[in-house]
């Protein structure tokens, strides 16, 4: 499978005005939430349109929490950045996950540090969504491969899995908004990330095979004194 190049020219906006959005709509669904949990108490005369209505609120809460969380302000100072310290904090993160569905990750660097200028907390977030999706590929038993390396004053990190894979058409959806394949996926963790990768002066590809696993390709330019 050739590898494409992902456009993350995407929905820059978004992070602008979804902080506002998420204010107005996450008092009302907490207090619509509040008010079925009290039908349940009060009413079972229709516990199946109930359990609907909650689910459908909390889909709707998972999103605003998720545009939440991704839209802090976009005028970090960007500083010297360790990937591979960042890196072996987003595995720590994730071990437990990790553990339950026997997945381990395995992951090389040849320099014992790698420097990039950057955001810290937007590249942890990054790395973080990656790994994260990539466990969600996965089954049982499989392996995640992470590697950092430098190369032509660029720094490349690949992220490696045997999971299901993605279908082609479906790459070029990624990273725009509530794109999603899972039941509870909100379609906003490439988006986000895709963004962050850009404002790093970096390219995201993919490379993925149905039923063989995707390699996801970072490219950033390395940290010049
Ligand atoms: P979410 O994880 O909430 O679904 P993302 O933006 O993180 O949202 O991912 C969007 C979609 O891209 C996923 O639902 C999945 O279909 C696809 N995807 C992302 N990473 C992978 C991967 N490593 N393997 C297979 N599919 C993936
Ligand atoms: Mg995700």
Do not use: W
């Not at 005028?75 to 026997?102: M, P, R």
């Not at 992470?146 to 190369?151: A, C, E, K, L, W």
């Not at 899972?182 to 850009?198: A, D, F, H, Q």
């Amino acid at each position: 499978a050739e590898k494409l190049l992902i456009q993350s020219e995407k929905l820059s906006m978004l992070g602008e005005i979804s902080a506002g959005i998420v204010h107005e709509i996450r008092n009302p669904l907490t207090s619509l939430k509040g008010f079925i949990q009290l039908m349940k108490l009060d009413d079972n005369r229709n516990p199946k349109y109930i359990k609907i209505m909650e689910d459908e609120l909390e889909r709707v809460q998972t999103i605003a929490n998720d545009l939440l969380k991704y839209s802090k302000p976009q005028d970090e100072i960007y500083s010297e950045v360790n990937l591979v310290s960042v890196i072996d904090d987003v595995i720590f993160l994730l071990e437990t996950e990790l553990f339950k569905k026997q997945v381990q990750v395995e992951f090389t660097h040849e320099l014992p540090s790698v420097f990039v200028n950057g955001s810290e907390s937007q590249l942890k977030q990054v790395l973080l969504n990656l790994l994260k999706n990539a466990l969600d590929a996965s089954q049982e038993n499989k392996k995640i491969f992470i590697s950092v390396d430098t190369h032509n004053g660029n720094v490349l990190i690949k992220i490696k899995d045997q999971g299901y894979g993605i279908q082609k058409e479906e790459i070029e959806k990624m990273g725009t908004s509530f794109f999603t394949t899972k039941e509870k996926g909100t379609g906003l963790g490439l988006m986000v990330s895709y963004n962050i990768i850009k404002n790093h002066k970096g390219i995201v590809e993919v490379k993925s095979e149905v039923g063989i696993g995707t390699t996801f390709f970072i490219t950033i330019p390395a940290f010049v004194k």
